[in-house]
């Protein structure tokens, strides 16, 4: 099989196991918002978001040794095409035509900049003293994002997506640099690389089950967002990818970007709550105590007076 289209399906398979941990995580996260880090490492439906997480990154690592990071990254935007089916399965209703559109919108926008973006393995990996000045700048970014203070959701949700984005690309240097046999598995640029690895997966992982507080629409859409974004400036920049067609592919690849993104945004919008006619009880039950009508009480009624025996009512 060829190693682009190996690194598409291992991408998609890692995108789904994504999906059902993000859903998951959520629902954890709106069932019990005040919950802290202990009460989380206590939960057992919180292990099962880690270990999906895990399945989700292994299968990623393995993508990243086949493809680019312009080519794996930006198919993290099939997690939330993934998370609208599962959570609206979960939630008991179809999916809206609002997310069929966006899902239309994200797959066309991801086909385009694979038009572009497709190339072969990757060819150079970062140096360690490149992966020390991309974590120093990136955990400076996070704790700017991270802070206490305002509300938590979207700034949250993006240092996830930027320390994932950043984990991956400092995976797919580990990755090479083992596999291909250039450094030892007991290098000091394969062991420190590593673990900051391992340091920005996990912030990532904390990050997201802070930001799924607020639901799990707008932060795992800004997540999707940041992660392929930080990983393309280090692919970019550092890395030496590019992206073929010269301006014409350039252009090409920012409209797709621009019409992914577009369709993230659709994706991350609440379904409208459908009135359930045939159920007029249950309709009942979801009024809101200030919003229902007082019915009056037989006292309060005007009863009409009955005439008395023997006399006609006029007419």
Do not use: C
């Not at 682009?4 to 019990?32: G, H, I, K, M, P």
């Not at 930006?74 to 899902?103: K, M, Y």
């Not at 990757?122 to 704790?143: D, F, H, K, M, Y």
């Amino acid at each position: 099989m060829n190693a682009t289209l190996l690194a598409l399906a291992l991408s998609l398979l890692s995108s789904v196991a994504y999906a059902a941990a993000a859903v998951a995580q959520e629902r954890l996260a709106s069932r019990d918002p005040g919950s802290g880090v202990l009460r989380m490492l206590s939960s057992g439906a919180w292990w099962g978001s880690v270990a999906l997480n895990a399945a989700a990154a292994l299968l990623h690592v393995v993508a990243l040794k086949y493809g680019p990071l312009t080519v794996v990254q930006p198919l993290g935007a099939l997690t939330l095409v993934a998370a609208v089916p599962l959570g609206a399965r979960i939630a008991g209703r179809r999916v809206s035509t609002t997310e069929w559109r966006g899902t239309a919108y994200t797959l066309a926008g991801l086909a385009a900049i694979l038009v572009v973006a497709s190339g072969s393995a990757p060819g150079r990996v970062l140096s360690t003293s490149e992966a020390v000045a991309v974590a120093a700048v990136t955990a400076a970014l996070i704790g700017l994002l991270a802070r206490p203070g305002a509300r938590p959701g979207i700034r949250h949700a993006s240092a996830s997506g930027v320390a994932s984005g950043v984990a991956s690309a400092l995976t797919q240097t580990v990755t090479v640099a083992a596999t291909d046999r250039s450094e030892s598995l007991l290098s000091v640029q394969v062991i420190g690389v590593a673990l900051l690895v391992a340091a920005f997966a996990a912030g990532g992982l904390l990050l997201s089950q802070t930001a799924y507080r607020d639901g799990l629409g707008a932060p795992l859409a800004v997540v999707t967002l940041a992660n392929p974004l930080a990983a393309a400036v280090i692919g970019l920049s550092l890395l030496g990818e590019g992206l073929r067609g010269g301006a014409a592919g350039m252009l090409l690849a920012l409209a797709g970007a621009g019409l992914a993104a577009w369709g993230v945004v659709l994706l991350t919008r609440k379904p409208p709550v459908p009135a359930d006619d045939d159920h007029p009880v249950a309709a009942v039950l979801a009024l809101e105590p200030s919003t229902a009508s007082v019915e009056p009480s037989l006292r309060d009624m005007t009863v009409p007076r009955q005439p008395e025996p023997g006399h006609l009512t006029p007419l």
